[in-house]
C-alpha cells in the first residue's frame, strides 16, 4: 500500500505532464490489446474482450479530459493498464 501511496503522490505533483503520458501510452496499449483480440478471429468472445478493451481504454481518457480527481485517473489508469495488458498476453498466448 506505501508503494501505490507514492505513486500517486507522485502522479499528482506531476499531473499535467502524467496525463498526457498516460494518454499516449494508454492509447498505444489499448490499439495492441485490440490488434491481438482481433488476431484470434471474430466470434463473440473476442468482441466482448474487445468491447471491454476499447470501454476502459476510452474511460481513462473521458477521466482525463472531465479533470476527474487525481487519485480517480491514477486508479482508472492502473486497471485500463492491468486489463489491456491481461488481454494482450492471453491473446497472444492462444494464437
Known amino acids: 500500500m506505501e508503494t501505490y501511496k507514492s505513486y500517486l503522490e507522485a502522479y499528482t505533483r506531476g499531473l499535467l505532464g502524467f496525463n ?11 490499439s ?3 490488434m491481438t483480440i482481433l ?6 468472445v473476442q ?4 468491447f471491454f478493451v476499447i470501454i ?14 487525481p487519485k480517480v485517473i491514477f486508479n482508472t489508469l492502473l486497471i ?3 486489463f489491456n495488458l ?10
Open 20 to 30: 498526457t503520458l498516460g494518454i499516449l501510452a494508454q492509447s498505444c496499449l489499448g
Open 32 to 34: 495492441i490489446a485490440a
Open 39 to 44: 488476431m484470434n478471429g471474430t466470434r463473440p
Open 47 to 50: 468482441m466482448v474482450e474487445l
Open 56 to 69: 476502459l481504454s476510452m474511460g481513462f481518457n473521458v477521466m482525463v479530459l472531465s479533470q476527474q480527481s
Open 80 to 82: 485500463s493498464v492491468s
Open 86 to 95: 491481461l488481454m494482450t498476453l492471453i491473446n497472444t498466448l492462444s494464437l
